[in-house]
């Protein structure tokens, strides 16, 4: 199978907009004094600039660089065009992002031959570039089309992958992040070779059985997933992270109804519904706390939805300023299944997750 990844997507379609830009440092991320970078290219990454990161901090990182405002219209555009490429070539695909896909490459003559095929039409209709793994399972072509961007190309089998990686940080390794790689490395287990082969049990005492098990199997390269087994959306939500922290009772209802009415618009255009309404309040001290109300039928209906919000709002009331503030619906059903959806492309990337 193969992952197929966009290079530096969201920069790279501004890049078209503005050719002039080419080869400097850009950034694309929000305005706001608490808005993270969506992205950025990679003249700006060598000056240790990533994703998610704070904006300010981008701008001390490198203040030479060029901040563009993010357009996820524009962005859900391009990526839909890719994908009905990629779709046109391969029958089994699997979205997981506005950028990236797995693909079944069982059945074509010339797997290999045929992807440089598919990234060669891909940049000749969008002018974007795209980097290829491919390997026995999802794991191997994950870490393999991350391994050489940008306009990476590179086919591993499990023990290739095993030998290659084996020196590099189990954070490497989809689905051991930053907490679980910390606690690997106060047992001296600083890469992925130590933890292969680590004895099991020392894993499962640890880490409990499930995962102890699991992120042996991951340093390892072993992995089960199949392509478009992705899982059914469970929920959905809106949150924004505000600004400045807001104390005014009226400002947190205003923005929570906002909230509300998209989450509700979003989930009528999908045809889907829910049981569970719940809220999210971070507090300046970044206490987070959730409240939750179940309602006796799923429901899409946005003066429903908040109506319980702003009451678990006002049953909640913060007693400091907010920070961030969000809604959500769960336990969500559908008038019929919808595997190739964003909502669903967004859950299966939960796949390569560790279980807990």
Do not use: W
């Not at 050719?19 to 305005?31: A, D």
């Not at 959730?290 to 009451?311: F, G, Y």
């Amino acid at each position: 199978m193969a992952h197929l990844d966009a290079d530096a997507f969201y920069v790279s379609i501004e890049l078209r907009r503005h050719p002039e830009l080419r080869g400097l440092p850009v950034v694309v991320s929000g305005s706001g004094p608490r808005a993270v970078v969506t992205t950025a290219s990679y003249e700006a990454r060598r000056f240790g600039v990533g994703s998610a990161m704070p904006a300010s901090r981008a701008r001390r990182l490198c203040p030479q660089a060029v901040f563009l405002p993010p357009d996820f219209p524009t962005y859900r555009a391009a990526s839909a065009q890719v994908m009905e490429i990629v779709r046109a070539h391969v029958e089994r695909v699997e979205v997981v992002g506005l950028d990236e896909a797995y693909l079944d490459l069982e059945g074509l003559f010339s797997p290999r031959a045929a992807m440089r095929r598919l990234i060669v039409e891909i940049r000749a209709a969008t002018e974007l570039t795209c980097s290829v793994g491919i390997g026995p399972n999802k794991l191997v072509a994950k870490v393999a089309s991350d391994a050489e961007k940008p306009a990476g190309f590179l086919a591993l089998t499990r023990e290739q992958a095993c030998v290659r990686f084996a020196e590099a940080s189990p954070g490497l390794v989809p689905g051991i992040g930053p907490k679980t790689e910390a606690r690997l490395a106060e047992m001296g287990l600083r890469t992925l070779a130590a933890v292969a082969a680590a004895p099991e049990q020392l894993l499962v005492e640890r880490f409990g059985p499930n995962l102890g098990r699991e992120l042996r199997r991951r340093a390892s390269f072993e992995h089960d997933g199949v392509v478009g087994a992705a899982r059914k959306v469970a929920s959905e939500s809106r949150e924004r992270t505000f600004d400045r922290d807001v104390v005014d009772p009226a400002e947190l209802r205003a923005a929570l109804s906002r909230m509300a009415a998209e989450l509700s618009a979003s989930l009528t255009a999908n045809g889907r519904s829910g049981r569970t309404i719940a809220i999210k309040i971070r507090l300046d001290d970044f206490t987070t706390v959730t409240r939750a109300h179940s309602v006796p039928d799923a429901t899409c209906n946005a003066q429903l939805i908040t109506a319980h919000a702003l009451r678990l709002l006002e049953e909640y009331a913060p007693s400091r300023p907010v920070r961030l503030l969000g809604v959500r619906v769960a336990g969500l059903t559908a008038a019929e299944d919808d595997p190739g959806g964003e909502g669903s492309a967004q859950a299966s990337e939960e796949q390569l997750a560790l279980p807990v």
